[in-house]
């Protein structure tokens, strides 16, 4: 893993809150942007991270925003044991019946919007115990909120994300589908192609070119149009070169077997079977969350 010289992304905030200078500076945007399509990665593939907090986003000059502490061996079961998270960042479904899906991450993510909006973390201003937060959570009657000037596209999400119901919440794809049209509002994508962590060095997404609709790559045809998708070999090429451009800028992608440390053409012959793709997805998921 990367040396990530700024610490977590609750320190940053509490730097903020209390006026301490700090030489990196990221947006609610940005965060929940990187944020958004690690998760997309994850549950792609069938990975919950189960425990996302503030505490586990990591922040570099070298390599931006990083998400920390994911354990290959969390993979998806539709009954799990309550989180092992913060009860902070904590799900009220969690809490209630030790039920444990996707929508508790996308939960987790929620109440991180809400950090990088009041600078607080979650229920600093409350006085309750452990068994009065637990409960409270668990029977929706109490959950974080953001701050009267919170813009009105982050409000909105946040209020998605933390609904009760977690039937009611976004999926990571659509929470990516939505920031990606916040983002045409503004030219912060242009910071995003000068850090090393751009989210396009590590998505495992491809591009339709007939409707220009995000697709996994692990798509034979696009989800909107119905149009054939390239090739696997193609889409195995598209990943091995953001393996080198993410490795020019410091960024470890581990594909032991699939990747040699080059990305010419006769390399590409490397992919020609779905397996060894998916191999590859799981080392970009890895390298989302080191």
């Known amino acids: 893993m990367e040396y990530m010289d700024y610490g977590n992304l609750r320190s940053y905030l509490d730097n903020m809150r209390n006026g ?50 994911y354990t290959p061996s969390r993979e998806y079961i539709y009954a799990m044991t309550r989180s092992t998270s913060s009860q902070n960042w904590t799900a009220p479904e969690v809490f209630k019946s030790g039920h444990y899906d996707f929508p508790a991450d996308i939960y987790s993510f929620g109440v991180i919007l809400t950090e990088v909006d009041t600078l607080q973390k979650p229920y600093a201003n409350l006085q309750l115990s452990t ?66 962590a751009s989210p396009t060095i590590l998505s495992t997404n491809i591009v339709c070119k007939v409707c220009n609709t995000r697709n996994h790559v692990l798509d034979a045809e696009c989800n909107t149009c119905s149009q054939n998708l390239p090739t696997i070999q193609e889409r195995g090429g598209i990943l091995l070169k953001r393996v080198d451009v993410a490795k020019k800028k410091g960024i470890s992608i581990k594909a032991n077997g699939i990747y040699d440390g080059s990305t010419r053409t006769n390399n590409l012959k490397l992919i020609i079977q779905e397996k060894k793709l998916f191999r590859l997805i799981v080392a970009f998921g890895r390298a989302w969350c080191e």
């Open 131 to 196: 068994y009065q937060l637990f409960d409270q959570v668990s029977k929706g009657k109490l959950r974080p909120n953001v701050s009267p000037t919170c813009p009105v596209w982050l409000r909105e999400l946040t209020d998605q994300c933390l609904a009760f119901d977690p039937r009611s919440r976004p999926t990571a794809q659509e929470i990516v589908d939505i920031l990606k049209n916040e983002f045409a509002k503004t030219n912060s994508d242009q910071y995003f192609m000068k850090s090393a």
């Open 20 to 69: 301490i200078p700090t030489e990196i500076k990221v947006t609610s945007l940005q965060v929940a942007w990187i944020l958004a399509n690690a998760l997309f990665d994850l549950h792609h593939n069938n990975i919950i991270y189960r425990g996302l907090s503030s505490e586990k986003v990591l922040l570099s000059s070298a390599h931006y925003v990083k998400l920390n502490g």
